[in-house]
């Protein structure tokens, strides 16, 4: 039996929560209602990350588009309590001091319209551009100062305005552009709130038994400097495996960017573990908050699907289509852990989302990282405890063989629940509902044994419901079936169920839809529907 030893530091470091890369933030004008209450709103609320970045915050954004994105964060990032980090895109290019200057009022102008008009107050972070890009991907590597330049505009114009939004440095991408946070470290610390990075990882395969070690250390490196730096944090704004190894081109009009493991199911669900991986060796050597590219694909082509042309797009939307334009006719972006196919209706999630999805809903942010220590080198264990001590212990098993572990620590306050993800029979379901937990055990002297290449989660963070919640006022007409909101402040989304039978049991046959709505438009609804809420410890 292995020992896994939890203990909690006396300074242990905070955790600020890992997310994703959110695309489908400025694309809320398109998503269709019912594609985005049952998948989009509910998944995110079902997980509640504690992070999230994406790509807004223009300096030519309009009123329409700001609202539409205070719309979509007032049922997104405002319900799950998230931390916003946004940044434009490719920047924009500029020939004087006095257009930098004019550049960052103008960005100032409209968050300041966000924050205190439309009372969105989860941004926390912006960057100049995405990945040090300037019209084109990675242009400000050779020049930092200018990079620089466009920060004191920003930092002087959000001073003037009293806003609360720190600047990151340096968002560059690969090991080889890490070196960019050292540079600002030394000339740009006084207008850094913290430090940014990005990685998508593709010196190690998904079954790298190297990659934990290897990746701890890089990011340990990064922490060390920052913690020097005025005791600044280092977050990683991206992470991903085999990005460039994914990008495909058809006959020069058409270009596909996804992950290479998306091709095949078993190693698409194989990701999961080394994601957790990456996660997990970041927490542990200190990293202070995590976002996955991507939460959702982007639509069916992204280049040209919003408007009759791209001119008429970019007047209304801002810099967006700018940065989502390509050379080729047509390009399809296919990275999300939650699919976007319109054609087949297909909106359910990816393998690897039951998976991370457990790690971004036990790993609160601003929880305390606990110290973990095995003896196994293929047993890969991280934890949190969070303000009201509740705990949450991830572990991944790389053994080809089932484990059997002893959890020592006396910091579990009650029962312990147990969920598990297994690569080799992951937990499918049509709606994307998380997993519920395998087991509960004890939290005198417990003990598990872990399955062979697998991911398990042992955590008190959750309550315990003894009677399940139906929503009442239930109506079923012209095709729509209506009920009255769930008065439970624990309430996260609902499940619909529909027989012929008055008495039936609800379960995942007779289920119809879940959806964070209270009305659901369906041609499925038999002469009986039940209407079961779902709570925010996955109590149904």
Not at 280 to 302: C, E, K, Q, R
Not at 307 to 319: L, M, Q
Not at 501 to 512: A, G, L, R
Request: charged content about 25%; overall charge neutral; hydrophobic content about 35%.
């Amino acid at each position: 039996m292995q020992s896994v030893k939890i203990t909690k530091h006396e300074f242990a470091h905070t955790f600020g929560g890992a997310g994703f890369h959110n695309n489908d933030a400025t694309m809320f004008h398109v998503i269709d209602g019912e594609h985005f209450n049952q998948y989009i709103c509910k998944c995110y609320r079902e997980v509640s990350p504690g992070f999230m970045r994406t790509f807004a915050g223009f300096s030519d954004w309009t009123k329409e588009a700001m609202d539409e994105f205070a719309l979509y964060y007032e049922n997104m990032q405002k319900w799950t309590d998230t931390p916003i980090y946004l940044t434009p895109g490719m920047g924009k290019l500029h020939f004087s001091d006095e257009e930098i200057k004019e550049y960052g009022e103008a960005v100032a102008k409209r968050l300041d319209y966000l924050y205190n008009e439309k009372n969105v107050k989860h941004i926390r972070y912006y960057c100049f551009s995405n990945e040090m890009s300037q019209v084109m991907w990675g242009v400000l590597l050779n020049n930092l100062p200018l990079f620089k330049k466009y920060h004191e505009s920003l930092f002087s114009a959000f001073q003037k305005r009293n806003l609360p939004i720190g600047l990151l440095a340096t968002d560059a991408s690969g090991y080889g552009a890490w070196s960019t946070v050292e540079w600002a470290m030394n000339n740009m610390s006084a207008i850094s709130e913290d430090f940014c990075l990005h990685i998508y990882e593709q010196t190690h395969d998904i079954y790298s038994l190297d990659f934990y070690d290897f990746f701890y250390q890089k990011c340990k490196e990064v922490v060390d400097k920052s913690i020097a730096c005025f005791g600044k944090r280092f977050i990683l704004g991206e992470v991903g495996v085999q990005k460039n190894a994914g990008q495909i081109t058809f006959n020069k009009s058409a270009v596909v960017d996804t992950c290479r493991y998306f091709a095949n199911k078993h190693e698409e669900a194989y990701l999961g573990l080394m994601l957790t991986e990456m996660a997990f060796s970041a927490i542990n050597s200190g990293v202070f908050a995590i976002a996955y590219w991507s939460y959702v694909d982007h639509p069916d082509p992204y280049s040209c699907a919003y408007s009759t042309s791209d001119d008429e797009y970019a007047r209304k939307w801002g810099e967006a289509e700018r940065f989502f334009s390509t050379t080729a006719d047509t390009k399809y972006n296919k990275w999300g852990f939650l699919k976007w196919d319109d054609e087949n209706k297909d909106y359910g999630a990816r393998a690897h989302y039951w998976c991370i999805g457990l790690l971004t809903k036990f790993f609160k942010r601003n929880s305390k990282v606990l110290d973990i220590e095995v003896a196994d080198k293929n047993v890969r264990a991280c934890g949190i405890m969070n303000r009201d001590k509740s705990v949450s212990i991830g572990i991944v098993n790389r053994n080809k063989t089932a484990t059997k572990i002893s959890l020592d620590t006396n910091l579990f306050n009650k029962e312990i629940r147990v969920y598990e993800y297994d690569p080799y029979n992951v937990p499918y379901n049509k709606f994307a509902d998380m997993q519920s937990y395998s087991a509960i055990i004890s939290k005198d002297k417990p003990t598990y044994t872990l399955k062979p290449e697998s991911v398990t989660y042992f955590t008190t963070d959750y309550i315990v419901k003894n009677k399940s919640v139906y929503a009442d006022g239930v109506t079923v007409e012209n095709g729509v079936i209506s009920w009255n909101d769930v008065k439970d402040k624990n309430h996260c989304y609902y499940r619909v169920f529909t027989s012929s039978k008055e008495d039936f049991i609800p379960c995942v046959e007779n289920q119809i839809a879940s959806t964070v709505a209270t009305k659901l438009k369906t041609n499925k609804a038999k002469k009986y529907v039940k209407i079961l809420s779902v709570d925010k410890s996955g109590n149904a």
